[in-house]
Nanobody
Framework: QVQLLESGGGLVQAGGSLRLSCTAS????????MGWFRQAPGKEREFVAS????????AYTDSVKGRFIISRNGAGNTMWLQMNSLKPEDTAVYYC????????????????????WGQGTQVTVSS
């Protein structure tokens, strides 16, 4: 089993920055993708960003392009999301997900592609 633990959420004013971390442990496998999703109250979980095993391929939802940066360490077990120029609409619980081993492909954007999830970290952006 794979365990994912997020950290780094909090309360920040609009225009500020936060850095989320996600650490994987347990029976992780190589050639996986990791991703960030978020869920605001009353809304479905939505894709934010994802990254390949060695970090050479990334994908972002349009609303965070140019503001958020996803990265991953060389061992592949830690992922970060640097969030800059935060907006109130970024307020949500942010979840870290990890796939199983996948063939080289574009970073998955669907939540169903990620069988492993963390418990989430709250990000609140005040106006």
């Amino acid at each position: 089993q794979v365990q994912l633990l997020e950290s780094g959420g909090g309360l920040v004013q609009a225009g500020g920055s936060l850095r989320l971390s996600c650490t994987a442990s347990g029976r992780t496998s190589g050639n996986n993708f990791m991703g960030w999703f978020r869920q605001a109250p009353g809304k479905e979980r939505e894709f934010v960003a994802s990254i390949s095993w060695i970090g050479d391929h990334t994908a972002y939802t349009d609303s965070v392009k140019g503001r958020f940066i996803i990265s991953r360490n060389g061992a592949g077990n830690t992922m970060w999301l640097q969030m800059n120029s935060l907006k109130p609409e970024d307020t949500a619980v942010y979840y870290c997900g990890q796939t199983g081993p996948l063939r080289p492909t574009a970073p998955p954007r669907r939540a169903s592609s990620y069988p492993y999830w963390g418990q989430g970290t709250q990000v609140t952006v005040s106006s």
